[in-house]
């Protein structure tokens, strides 16, 4: 069940006062600010106060691309709204900072922190408060999706239970033919009793239709006509029991209708040379800046407390699961179990050094060389030990779908609750299926949602970073 499921009616009601409200927030705490500070402010920024509030809209639209408001979902998590709020402020802020005449300014340095800070608390507290008047409203029974389930079988009773157990939907009960699926919902009637169900002009936004259409092709058209007339969302139900459960998409070839199991965005030339361009340009930034630096704090640290190499080299599955040599700065002790078994929370082959490397992932940092050298990418699966990859595979279904691009220093399961250890099979299943969403979604855009995202990771602090 798409938990994402609204109208534009729902986005333009609640999305768009929102956004507006967030940019007031914005203006009216830069203003303050300013008023506050008028004596001690620098001139400059006095004098082009109104190009400066130019560029904070263009930072603030930009950064609502990016991190779109998310209050009008069907479901959405509280944390999910701060992170939303944190991150779409400290990108206006960022961009802001970035092109204003004044960003080389030590006071407008401290005015863009006072002013990330207050409108971050003040557009987190609003978010919040409106989430919660959309979910009264809702429990209330207003804005609900009214939807029923036409025909039966093992998928149609599965679909009832799902829309009965979202609480945005008010599911309204089964049309089918077969008195045993009466216990799966109530039953309005049989198939012949849906049209002038519709047509009698009963509250109906959305139509699941399990009918086979091969069987029933005049019964099936006849219905999405109706559905089309009377302004109802049609949805076609297939039997997909022991079948692969991807996005499908469907395309023509001359005069047939043919069926792709899932897409991958990254299989566009164009798509994938973006994405290696800035994966060239990034690393070799951070090579050239931070590296260097870090390289010699962490040289110095790993040879007091455990002599040995500073880095750490293991064989791990690449694109195409074709293996590659990753590198970490070492945070263990030299062990015969490295290429065996993951780190654990208390894991005895930890020096205390290297520990610290591991909750703050500066560890990670060598993987930057990957990512220039082409074997990794900034954003992707995280690649796995060559001995897992060759266990889960047998184990979790779909699991070598994750190796079609390449694994990457951070990727969305990570920054979605499936980083680190994973101590069963489920935990494994549930982080390839995170990392086949990404590989079905990827966008430019959600790279970068998932950066920033890491970032206020690290900085937040991860219990399953160890």
């Avoid at 409203?137 to 009832?160: C, D, F, I």
Wanted: charged residues 20%; proline residues 5%.
């Amino acid at each position: 069940m798409n938990s994402k499921t609204f109208s534009a009616k729902e986005f333009w009601f609640y999305s768009v006062p929102v956004m507006v409200a967030d940019l007031v927030i914005h203006i009216l705490v830069f203003e303050w600010i300013i008023s506050i500070f008028r004596f001690t402010v620098a001139e400059d920024l006095v004098m082009t106060r109104p190009r400066t509030l130019y560029f904070l809209i263009v930072a603030f639209l930009f950064a609502m691309v990016i991190f779109p408001v998310k209050l009008y979902e069907r479901r959405v998590l509280v944390r999910e709204i701060l992170a939303n709020a944190f991150l779409q402020t400290l990108t206006t802020i960022a961009i802001f900072s970035f092109t204003t005449e004044v960003m080389f300014s030590s006071f407008a340095g401290k005015l863009y922190l006072q002013e990330g800070i207050l409108a971050t608390a003040l557009i987190t507290c609003f978010h919040l408060i409106v989430r919660l008047i959309i979910s009264k409203a809702r429990s209330m029974g207003r804005n609900k999706v009214h939807a029923v389930v036409v025909g039966g079988g093992v998928n149609a009773r599965k679909l009832a239970a799902e829309l009965d157990q979202q609480g945005d939907y008010k599911f309204l009960g089964f049309f089918n033919d077969e008195a045993e699926e009466e216990s799966a919902g109530p039953r309005l009637g049989s198939l012949q009793d849906v049209l002038p169900y519709i047509k009698e002009g009963n509250k109906l936004h959305e139509v699941y239709c399990s009918v086979n259409p091969a069987l029933h092709p005049d019964y099936v058209n006849s219905l999405i006509r109706e559905c089309e007339n009377s302004f109802i969302t049609f949805y076609y139900v297939p039997n997909m029991e022991g079948y692969l459960k991807r996005k499908l998409n469907y395309s023509e070839l001359g005069g047939v209708t043919v069926m792709k199991l899932w897409d991958e965005p990254l299989a566009d030339p164009m798509n994938s040379f973006i994405k290696r361009l800035f994966d060239i340009l990034f690393s070799s930034f951070v090579l050239v800046t931070i590296y260097p630096f870090v390289w010699l704090f962490v040289a110095i640290g790993t040879t007091i407390t455990s002599p040995g190499p500073i880095l750490f080299r293991q064989q791990r599955s690449g694109y195409k699961a074709k293996p590659f040599t990753m590198l970490k700065f070492r945070s263990m002790k030299p062990n015969v179990d490295a290429d065996r078994l993951q780190a654990t929370e208390d894991d005895p082959r930890k020096t205390a050094f290297g520990n610290f490397l591991r909750r703050s992932s500066i560890d990670e940092l060598p993987q930057f060389i990957n990512v220039f050298k082409g074997d990794m990418s900034l954003i992707g699966p995280r690649p796995h030990m060559i001995l897992h990859t060759e266990t889960y595979s047998k184990l979790v279904d779909e699991y070598l779908v994750r190796h079609m691009v390449r694994p990457g220093l951070t990727g969305w399961a990570q920054v979605n609750g499936a980083r680190g250890e994973t101590k069963t099979v489920d935990k494994m299943a549930d982080r390839v299926r995170k990392d086949i969403w990404y590989i079905e979604h990827w966008s430019p855009m959600l790279d970068i949602k998932i950066f920033f995202m890491t970032i206020f990771q690290i900085f937040k602090g991860d219990s399953q970073a160890y």
